[in-house]
Nanobody, 115 residues
């Protein structure tokens, strides 16, 4: 079992920045990849960014050049640095981790981009 706890969401003006964090506990040593998804009201949950244990990253086209995903050396915490935020980035952001081919999800953190 892996438990994920997210933090760092909030309200920010367009053009601003936020940093999300997600801490994994439990069987965190078995985690292969971690990432972030987001879900806006009335829309499906989509991948934002992901990072493997080897450090390979993948981004949605809509956030390339603006968002950066990273992990700490212990590989139990993943971060999402979000710059140049746009109103369309408004969503609930969910942390996810893959351990032994089983996906785990955090509870989600709200990000609102509005003036």
């Amino acid at each position: 079992q892996v438990q994920l706890v997210e933090s760092g969401g909030g309200l920010v003006q367009p053009g601003g920045s936020l940093r999300l964090s997600c801490a994994a506990s439990g069987s965190s040593s078995s985690i292969y990849a971690m990432g972030w998804y987001r879900q806006a009201p009335g829309k499906q949950r989509d991948l934002v960014a992901a990072i493997t244990s080897g450090g390979s990253t993948n981004y949605a086209d809509s956030v390339k050049g603006r968002f950066t995903i990273s992990r700490d050396n212990a590989k139990t915490t993943v971060y999402l640095q979000m710059n140049s935020l746009k109103p369309e980035d408004t969503a609930v952001y969910y942390c996810t981790a893959n351990s032994r081919n089983t996906p785990y999800w955090g509870q989600g953190t709200q990000v609102t981009v509005s003036s």
